[in-house]
Every structure is written in structure tokens, then in C-alpha cells.
T-cell receptor
């Protein structure tokens, strides 16, 4: 049972436009959410995170929105650039427990077209 | 430069052989993690360690073993008991295992079992 779902395996966007990547989760114990970016044959790199006490967090061109009632988060990239083309993973961490394990979604391949 | 190194980048082994993947970090992080990524899937947690000489099974620990004798090192052994060992293996670390902070990933090792 996938606790973190990214239902769109791919997304294509024109350069300069907005990219919106979506993520849904089922576990009510998740209280911290992260987005990672991954290029082929490399490890993921951390992009942005959000705690469940917030509904928005912004860092430059990247904004993450959290809708707790819908158990949904999204990553907005504005404006999109060709260098943003990569696989984006969302990840979630539980409220309690001795280890802050991350549960990852299956990823969305973003392609930004010049 | 601080970071996480994984070696080798590509590894080939014959079926039935054990193989050990290296992971070293000089970030002075307490916690370290091993993930596996298969095509079209997210990262799945194999093992994690919050402190030296302690480690816990993740979601898919069967057929794998780890050790944490030093803070900076967390090697993963893929044993012959692992049914489908061909995958991309990622090592990560975080400052503490029990607090909210992002995990930093190494570049990964692609293991192919022939």
C-alpha cells in the first residue's frame, strides 16, 4: 500500500511557464514533507520542505503548498527553466517515532521544453 | 568539501556472490540510511542507523546486511539471499535520526547481477 503517491509519472512544461507537481498521502501521522530533485545516475538533492503547521513555504522559484484536510501537497516552480528537467520525488515523515524515516513517492519526470 | 561518497559507481557481480557497497560521509552526521531505487519506483528504505553500533531494518531488509562500526561509514552487503539485487542503491545521512531534518544523498551505486 503506497502511503505517498505521485500519480503523474511525467509532466512537460514550456520554459517560463509554471510547473505544478502533485503528491498525495494517506498516513495521518505524516507531519513533515520534503521535495527532492534527481538527475539520472545521481543521488537526489533536497529542494524544499514544509511542516504540517504551515500551509505554504517559499524558496526562490520553488513554493510548496500543503492541504492537510485533503492530504495533498504540491510543488510550484515559477518560472520553469530547462535545467529544472529532472525527476521530482515527494517524501513524508511521521509525527512520532525514534527515527525520522522518509517515505517516498514514485516520482514525476519533469521536462521543461525550451 | 563535506559530503557523502559511494563507491564504486557501477558494480557487476555474478549471481550467488555477496557484494559490499561502500558509503562514507564526512558531514559528522549521526544517522545514515540505505535506499534502493528500481525503475519507475520511489526510494525504498533497506536499513538505517541512528548512532554508531546500532541499526534497524527498513521496509525491505531481507537479503541485506549492514554494519556501523564508525560514525562516518555505513557499508551495505547484498547477499545471495536477495532475490532481485539488480538496482540503484543510494546512501543518505542526516544530522540526527530522531529530529526533523533533511537527508543528504550520495551519488549512488548501480549494481548489476549477471
Amino acid at each position: 500500500d503506497q502511503q505517498v503517491k505521485q500519480n503523474s509519472p511525467s509532466l512537460s512544461v514550456q520554459e517560463g511557464r509554471i510547473s505544478i507537481l502533485n503528491c498525495d498521502y494517506t498516513n495521518s501521522m505524516f507531519d513533515y514533507f520534503l521535495w527532492y530533485k534527481k538527475y539520472p545516475a545521481e543521488g537526489p538533492t533536497f529542494l524544499i520542505s514544509i511542516s504540517s503547521i504551515k500551509d505554504k513555504n517559499e524558496d526562490g522559484r520553488f513554493t510548496v503548498f500543503l492541504n492537510k484536510s485533503a492530504k495533498h501537497l504540491s510543488l510550484h516552480i515559477v518560472p520553469s527553466q530547462p535545467g529544472d528537467s529532472a525527476v521530482y520525488f515527494c517524501a513524508a515523515s511521521p509525527l512520532s517515532g525514534s527515527a525520522r524515516q522518509l517515505t517516498f513517492g514514485s516520482g514525476t519526470q519533469l521536462t521543461v521544453l525550451p | 568539501d563535506g559530503g557523502i561518497t559511494q563507491s564504486p559507481k557501477y558494480l557487476f557481480r555474478k549471481e550467488g556472490q555477496n557484494v559490499t557497497l561502500s558509503c562514507e560521509q564526512n558531514l559528522n552526521h549521526d544517522a545514515m540510511y540505505w535506499y534502493r531505487q528500481d525503475p519507475g519506483q520511489g526510494l525504498r528504505l533497506i536499513y538505517y542507523s541512528q548512532i554508531v553500533n546500532d541499526f534497524q531494518k527498513g521496509d525491505i531488509a531481507e537479503g541485506y546486511s549492514v554494519s556501523r562500526e564508525k560514525k562516518e561509514s555505513f557499508p551495505l552487503t547484498v547477499t545471495s539471499a536477495q532475490k532481485n539485487p539488480t538496482a540503484f542503491y543510494l546512501c543518505a545521512s542526516s544530522i540526527h535520526g530522531g529530529s526533523v531534518n533533511e537527508q543528504f544523498f550520495g551519488p549512488g551505486t548501480r549494481l548489476t547481477v549477471l
